[in-house]
């Protein structure tokens, strides 16, 4: 359970770092209450979490090797795609993502008013839930928990999503300012690329013969 809460935690937690999600939450807690947010955020992250790792579930009911396969190249592609991302990636690229979060918090349906509490959390429950769909966490848990305990994955996960929506409801602009995007990407997929390589290092996991 251990190994599935470390790598949840780890792979969420440093991939969420100025991804599409959390500027979402940075730039609705800048114009709602962060109580609110922080609570919409986390709840569409948890509901999200569960769905993936019961999506990791039924996967591993799959012939065993081909899952142990997929999970390999599924991570050192992320990892390289992060990579050649952070290679890539200049002032303009970084400001194009926060352009993008603005975007879709604009074109949300819902007309949120100050004050209305039920329509700040849906609407960050909503934009949290929509932007995390096929996003690469999502199948990163969906791998994780096809091939680690599923609690420990999915309490790591969710832990690491908590601390990332804290972040960016409490200090996102600041955060954002000081740290690094380039670096966080870079460290990202290093992180995918170590986890595929510890895996092929490996072999299937115990539970998964």
């Not at 050192?76 to 194009?96: C, E, N, R, T």
Request: net charge neutral; aromatic share 10%; with cysteine.
């Amino acid at each position: 359970m251990f190994a599935g809460f470390t790598s949840g935690f780890l792979l969420v937690g440093l991939s969420e770092l100025g991804d599409k999600t959390f500027l979402i939450a940075m730039l609705l807690a800048m114009r709602h209450s962060r109580r609110l947010v922080f609570l919409g955020v986390v709840v569409a992250l948890a509901i999200m979490t569960i769905l993936s790792v019961l999506m990791g579930q039924a996967i591993s009911q799959l012939p065993k090797y081909p899952i142990h396969l997929a999970e390999i190249t599924l991570f050192i592609g992320f990892g390289l795609k992060l990579l050649y991302d952070a290679w890539k990636m200049s002032p303009q690229s970084i400001g194009s993502e926060v352009a993008e979060a603005e975007a879709a918090i604009q074109q949300s349906t819902l007309k949120v008013k100050s004050g209305t509490a039920w329509r700040v959390f849906l609407e960050a429950f909503t934009l949290t839930f929509m932007a995390e769909w096929g996003d690469r966490t999502q199948f990163a848990t969906i791998a994780l928990a096809a091939s680690y305990n599923p609690w420990g994955v999915m309490i790591g996960a969710i832990a690491g999503h908590t601390l990332c929506a804290a972040i960016a409801v409490i200090g996102g602009r600041l955060v954002a300012g000081r740290i690094s995007e380039q670096t966080i990407t870079a460290l990202g997929g290093g992180l995918f690329i170590a986890f595929g390589i510890a895996a092929a290092l490996e072999g299937v996991p115990k539970g998964l013969t």
